[in-house]
């Protein structure tokens, strides 16, 4: 089975600030990874599909890139409202694991 | 719009079976497949499985093979998912989320059911 491996597990960072989010396969994705927030209490939502494409209403400072083994999460200008944890979702060969997640928290 | 309603919180004892229902509304149902994620608290998200809703096959995660089966209603457009000689492990938040057929990421979640375990 694929294993991923997401880094940071936290994070804290200043509203205006760039953070980046990694997670890495153990075996090439192609583009199949997409990324989640989930705010306390509730399901997750999808940020991003297929590595790079932004998800209908999702604001513009966030941002997916990577192919292969290799992905990241960008959020550009931090806002208050972004803090939650973010998980990368990956589908391989019939099977999909979760990255362990990143609290992404706000200074 | 589209929605994922799932049924409500359940308590059991150690060593029953819970059954999770997933109704899902505006869209035709037969065109995703529904996956199950699990939440224990304070923990990531832990993928269960799927079902095609058009012809029943599913897929399990190793570790849930032979414990949990998949099944769904075509006429009310309700999945289900059912955990069999539950223990304490199983307590968590059970998540349903569909995966429209030729994508491979999950667009909409339901709102998640709450199964304690507790004897």
């Known amino acids: 089975d694929i294993q991923m491996t997401q880094s940071p597990s936290t994070l804290s960072a200043s509203v205006g600030d760039r953070v980046t989010i990694t997670c890495r396969a153990s075996q090439s994705l192609n583009t199949w990874l997409a990324w989640y927030q989930q705010k306390p209490g509730k399901a997750p939502k999808l940020l991003i599909y297929e590595a790079s494409s932004l998800d209908s209403g999702v604001p513009s400072r966030f941002s997916g890139s990577g192919y292969g083994t290799d992905f990241t999460l960008t959020i550009n200008s931090l806002q208050p409202d972004d803090s939650a944890t973010y998980f990368c979702h990956q589908y391989s060969g019939n099977s999909w694991v979760f990255g362990q997640g990143t609290k992404v928290e706000i200074k | 719009q589209v929605q994922l309603v799932q049924s409500g919180a359940e308590g059991e004892k150690p060593g029953a079976s819970v059954k999770v229902s997933c109704k899902a509304s505006?869209?035709?149902?037969?065109?995703?497949?529904i996956h199950w994620v699990r939440q224990a608290p304070g923990q990531g998200l832990e993928w269960m499985g799927w079902i095609s809703t058009k012809r029943g096959g599913t897929k399990y995660a190793q570790n849930f093979q032979g414990r949990v089966t998949m099944t769904r209603d075509t006429s009310t457009s309700t999945a289900y998912l059912e955990i069999n000689s539950l223990t304490s492990d199983d307590m968590a938040i059970y998540y349903c989320a569909r995966q429209f057929s030729g994508s491979y990421y999950l667009d909409y979640w339901g709102q998640g059911t709450l199964v304690t375990v507790s004897s």
């Open positions: 505006g869209y035709t149902f037969t065109d995703c497949y």
